[in-house]
């Protein structure tokens, strides 16, 4: 191939961050590590790589049958570039089960990859937060997730009416199948359609139901009507489902701890990954233009079972930056992110036919000076520029100041400290530099 008609776009539904974007990814982990240790929370990774098998056991038909990136490596092993976290920090936690001290409270930003058609909010790379705490069975652990989600959002200064988490419970939604009778073998082909339904019609649901899991018009209308039900089906539910319990004890923690406005019952969401046993939530953008799921997350208390045998019950979330960045884009909450150069040291043009060197190692000594006091710094690297130019790409790349060393400055061990903001400038010692700076 010619070398000129290489690619400069990057590979389909993935990301190049130019440094204003890399500017906002920074400030957008930043925030959610900070929000993270403030719960206790501490930060891990796992490898990019994983084998295969980890997904296919629990991550749900789609994911691992169209979404996954797998390949055969070198020594003939069937592995995976990872798709989401979950199987990782299960996989980790089984390793070291026994010298773990629980409850563990962990977080991680991995890169993850799914092959989707790219979209908006959805892209084939994505960076997700995943925050996730093992070792408690009780749902003060679900509170304490959800509590971290809303906080994440605060920390951003997004409100109430921005945002809204929605809650459903497997176990419920199983037992009121169960109610109708419909064999739990069906169960998982009905809870990949009810997962579905907010992206088709209900004649289509139905469809689905009636051709995939081979349900009667009866056991339809039931799925349809639970669907359908407000809290107050929860209460008649109370007796005979454990489930009903769980959604009725998170709802009055959620109280409890002042959060009860901020997360809605919501019968629909299952979820997509197969893995979850219990509550599980979407956090949703309440603007139209950012339909999609900002999060998703809750409780699996099997995943490690399926490592090592042993039962230690998880609870967690995922996060997308994707949809977070339109998120805050959305509701203008995303401040401008200046650049980091503080200082401009800009170099007195040579005179024609001038050796010396001396303007460029008195601008150099004075970078110095200044980077060994940890401020940030950019050295000019041509010795024939204008110093107009110079001003001029210290202005355009907004930094803040120029030092401006020339003759008189030399010679009287002085320095001119320009503000580019307001174009005013001052004679300085390197003393008096020091001093203010
Ligand atoms: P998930 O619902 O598949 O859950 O993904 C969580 C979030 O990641 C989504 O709500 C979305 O914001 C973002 N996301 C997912 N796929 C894409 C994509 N293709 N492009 C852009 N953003 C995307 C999980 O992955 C679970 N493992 C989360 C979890 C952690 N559950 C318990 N702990």
């Not at 176990?171 to 069906?186: F, G, Q």
């Not at 081979?214 to 359908?228: G, H, N, T, V, Y």
Request: with cysteine; aromatic share 12%.
């Amino acid at each position: 191939m010619d070398n000129t008609s290489l690619p400069t776009q990057p590979y389909k539904g993935a990301r190049d961050f130019y440094p204003e974007d890399m500017r906002i990814r920074n400030y957008i982990f930043l925030k959610w590590k900070e929000v993270c240790k403030r719960f206790g929370y501490e930060e891990y990774d796992g490898p990019f790589i994983e084998p295969f098998e980890i997904y296919a056991a629990k991550s749900g038909e789609e994911l691992v049958n169209e979404q996954i990136y797998s390949f055969i490596d070198r020594g003939d092993r069937k592995v995976a570039i990872r798709p989401e976290m979950t199987p990782t920090i299960a996989r980790m936690v089984s390793q070291r089960y026994s010298e773990l001290n629980y409850p563990i409270r962990w977080f991680s930003i991995p890169n993850l990859w799914r092959y989707e058609k790219p979209q908006k909010g959805r892209l084939r790379e994505h960076f997700q937060l995943n925050v996730d705490i093992f070792g408690i069975d009780g749902v003060e652990a679900d509170i304490e997730i959800i509590q971290i989600i809303v906080n994440l959002l605060k920390e951003f200064g997004a409100d109430k009416n921005m945002f809204e988490i929605r809650m459903g419970n497997r176990i419920l939604l199983e037992d009121v199948l169960k109610d109708a009778n419909i064999p739990s073998s069906k169960f998982k082909d009905i809870m990949k359609a009810i997962d579905k339904l907010k992206k088709i019609s209900v004649d289509d649901f139905k469809y689905i139901l009636k051709e995939k899991a081979d349900l009667k018009p009866k056991e339809i209308d039931s799925i349809l009507s639970f669907l359908q039900s407000s809290n107050e089906y929860i209460l008649k539910m109370k007796e005979k489902s454990p489930g009903a319990e769980e959604i009725l004890k998170t709802m009055k923690l959620l109280r409890l701890s002042g959060i009860e406005s901020y997360v809605k019952y919501d019968p629909s969401v299952v979820r997509g990954l197969d893995y979850y046993t219990g509550n599980v939530f979407e956090l949703f953008d309440l603007s139209p233009n950012n339909s999609r799921a900002m999060a998703g997350g809750g409780r699996y208390n099997n995943l490690v079972e399926g490592f090592i045998g042993k039962r230690i019950s998880g609870v967690g979330f995922g996060m997308g930056d994707v949809t977070f960045r339109n998120f805050l884009e959305n509701w203008h909450l995303l401040p401008q992110i200046p650049q980091t150069t503080e200082f401009l040291i800009t170099v007195w043009p040579k005179e024609d036919g001038t050796k010396s060197d001396k303007y460029f190692n008195a601008s150099l000594e004075t970078a110095d000076i200044l980077r060994k006091k940890g401020r940030n710094v950019i050295l000019w690297l041509d010795a024939n520029t204008k110093i107009e130019k110079q001003l001029k790409f210290a202005d355009k790349k907004n930094i803040p100041y120029a030092v401006i060393i020339g003759d008189d400055e030399i010679n009287n061990k002085k320095i001119t400290l320009k503000d580019m903001k307001e174009m005013k400038q001052k004679n300085l010692s390197i003393s008096e530099f020091i001093n203010i700076i």
